[in-house]
T-cell receptor
Framework: SAVISQKPSRDICQRGTSLTIQCQVD?????MFWYRQQPGQSLTLIAT?????????ESGFVIDKFPISRPNLTFSTLTVSNLSPEDSSIYLC??????????????FGQGTRLTVV | GEDVEQSLFLSVREGDSSVINCTYT??????LYWYKQEPGAGLQLLTY?????DMKQDQRLTVLLNKKDKHLSLRIADTQTGDSAIYFC????????????FGTGTKLQVIP
């Protein structure tokens, strides 16, 4: 299994600023994922982050707005840039665990609740 | 493309059984998951089933998978007020990409 620590757990930010969310996994993992959960909605995948390569973004999400870093096999950051109230959501980090491409169960951090004012 | 659907709301009385249903479209799904999200909290993995299984039981939880109909269900026996939450069905597509696609979520309300 993989234990994911995500911080901050919540933040209130001014519009126009940026927030960087950190995700630390207790073991080396190949793939890490960032999701967004807008109020009352399900989870939507923002991007997939592989170590050593640029993140792969889903339709509707762009690198300028959601830059991602993946400096090593246990850590990733997601920045939400130029914040607007529409960015108020829960952001979750996830991994499917393991340092292989074998499919495994998915683990999630506790999420970061962002409120933009 | 992948699509996972659930009914939005379920209300049961304390002590009764709850059954939350889910349908999915991608037959290449490898893992199917049930997550629980309590108000203001993150996602808790409740249980999962591998696609070559029909059933999995874990204490009060029973997962049934009908691959032919692409139907997944979660049964909670002796439902308690602490089970009130949103339950997400999710699937993980086989292969190296491994992203998880979530259903719309079912809000379970347990009436004392």
């Amino acid at each position: 299994s993989a234990v994911i620590s995500q911080k901050p757990s919540r933040d209130i930010c001014q519009r126009g600023t940026s927030l960087t969310i950190q995700c630390q996994v207790d073991s080396q993992v190949t793939m890490m994922f960032w999701y967004r959960q807008q109020p009352g909605q399900s989870l939507t995948l923002i991007a997939t982050a592989n170590q050593g390569s640029e993140a792969t973004y889903e339709s509707g999400f762009v690198i300028d707005k959601f830059p991602i870093s993946r400096p090593n096999l246990t850590f990733s950051t997601l920045t939400v840039s130029n914040l607007s109230p529409e960015d108020s959501s829960i952001y979750l980090c996830s991994t499917t665990g393991g340092y292989t491409f074998m499919n495994t169960e998915a683990f999630f951090g506790q999420g970061t609740r962002l409120t933009v004012v | 493309g992948e699509d996972v659907e659930q009914s939005l709301f379920l209300s049961v009385r304390e002590g009764d059984s709850s059954v939350i249903n889910c349908t999915y479209t991608d037959s290449s799904s490898t893992y199917l998951y049930w997550y629980k999200q309590e108000p203001g909290a993150g996602l808790q993995l409740l249980t999962y089933i591998f696609s070559n299984m029909d059933m999995k039981q874990d204490q009060r939880l029973t997962v049934l998978l009908n691959k032919k109909d692409k139907h997944l269900s979660l049964r909670i026996a002796d439902t308690q007020t602490g089970d009130s939450a949103i339950y997400f069905c999710a699937e993980s597509i086989s292969g190296g990409y491994q992203k998880v696609t979530f259903g719309t979520g079912t809000k379970l309300q347990v009436i004392p």
